[in-house]
């Protein structure tokens, strides 16, 4: 669902992957969220912030998965600062991921509607799914601007545990990354 808001008023928006643990744009306000429908997934490639052109990571996006439900961090961005947090999450954002608007449930029962960057199918950074070896194996090796892929994912799992988050794909690509003691 295309999105567009006002650049002078506040808004809530939605962080599922990165934003969770750096949001980086002043916010008034966080809370634990809840968006029903879809799940995460690392099958975005990364050219700017977690690889490199020739060899780009893996970053998350949301898939629309019935009966899913993906937990995140919701922060309410004054109106203020709107235009400018605009400005920089759709520079940050650039990669093939577009502005959406979504509801959201709110940890507090609270109903939010949000705004929620997702990088759909067919993008031209679109990397889709793959064996999860393989996606870890990327994970392990990529690294760009924005730091090393792998500590990307590590600080996923960190921050979705910390929303005592229940996130199989990115749990398990955790789990084979440690194993594997890929680097």
């Not at 008023?9 to 980086?24: A, K």
């Not at 002043?26 to 997934?41: C, E, K, T, W």
């Not at 490639?45 to 919701?74: E, N, W, Y």
């Not at 507090?108 to 889709?128: D, T």
Request: glycine share 8%.
């Amino acid at each position: 669902m295309a999105c567009a808001t006002a650049a002078n008023e506040s808004f809530w928006l939605f962080g599922y992957g990165s934003l969770i643990w750096n949001p980086s744009v002043p916010h008034i306000d966080r809370v634990p969220a809840r968006l029903h429908g879809f799940s995460r997934r690392f099958w975005q490639g990364s050219h700017d912030h977690r690889g490199l052109p020739h060899a780009p990571g893996r970053v998350v996006t949301l898939i629309k998965d019935a009966g899913k439900v993906c937990a995140g961090m919701a922060f309410r961005i004054p109106a203020e600062a709107a235009a400018e947090v605009l400005d920089h999450l759709d520079h940050r954002e650039k990669n093939g991921y577009s502005r959406q608007s979504h509801g959201l449930h709110a940890a507090s029962g609270l109903r939010l509607n949000a705004i929620v960057y997702i990088a759909e199918p067919g993008n031209f950074a679109w990397l889709g799914p793959a064996p999860a070896i393989e996606v870890a194996q990327q994970i392990a090796i990529s690294t760009g601007p924005s730091g090393s892929n792998r500590e990307y994912l590590e600080r996923l799992a960190k921050a979705l545990r910390d929303l005592d988050a229940d996130d199989p794909h990115v749990f398990e690509l955790e789990a084979i990354v440690k194993r594997t003691a890929i680097s």
